[in-house]
């Protein structure tokens, strides 16, 4: 079983792979992968190109997405799953973290993907006060990305992240569950 969590900038993807990571379930983070193949300071060059330059984004992702793509692959096939309940017979197979799972079409490389759904002020709320964007930054941003009511309804399963820290942890506790209830499926 291949598992993926998606969702918008800003929504809680990292602390929630955090949290699943105390769990005992292993993850890959895409965004993670770009900053091995890209150094710091070509991204933040890049940056204010693609978010402006729609066919300099389209350049960039058609030569970094397939070695993403095979990075992550590789890595969900040579990982088994973990048992990250105590005393649970069924393992949790390693998760993907994908920001663009759906723009970049790869949706069906997944049998179950996860949506972490924020509102667009707390999204906002979030860039400008834990990643230093002025608001005018967030907004752009959040307008270059997919609707997240759209990646939502398109997943199997949505977290809700507009709470505080441990109502998210709280979350990650209740998708290992769903997700062994899938594994026992």
């Known amino acids: 079983m291949k598992v993926c969590l998606t969702g918008g900038i800003a929504s809680g993807k990292s602390l929630l792979s955090h949290y699943l990571n105390e769990l005992g379930v292993k993850t890959i983070d895409a965004d993670d992968i770009v900053h091995t193949i890209i150094p710091k300071e070509e991204r933040e060059r890049l940056r204010k190109i693609v978010f402006t330059n729609p066919d300099a984004r389209k350049e960039l992702e058609s030569r970094i997405h397939p070695l993403v793509r095979q990075k992550i692959l590789d890595f969900l096939t040579q990982n088994s799953p973990s048992f990250p309940i105590p005393r649970s017979p069924f393992p949790i197979p390693p998760i993907a973290i994908i920001p663009l799972l759906f723009e970049v079409q790869w949706e069906k490389d997944y049998d179950i993907i996860i949506c972490v759904l924020s509102s667009r002020e707390k999204q906002i709320e979030r860039m400008t006060a834990l990643r230093g964007y002025s608001r005018a930054e967030a907004e752009a941003r959040l307008a270059a990305q997919m609707d997240p009511a759209i990646k939502a309804a398109k997943s199997d399963y949505v977290i809700l ?21 899938r594994s026992k499926a």
Do not use: G, P, W
Not at 161 to 181: C, M, R
């Open 161 to 181: 992240n507009d709470s505080t820290d441990e109502d998210l942890k709280a979350e990650a506790i209740k998708l290992v569950e769903y997700l062994v209830s």
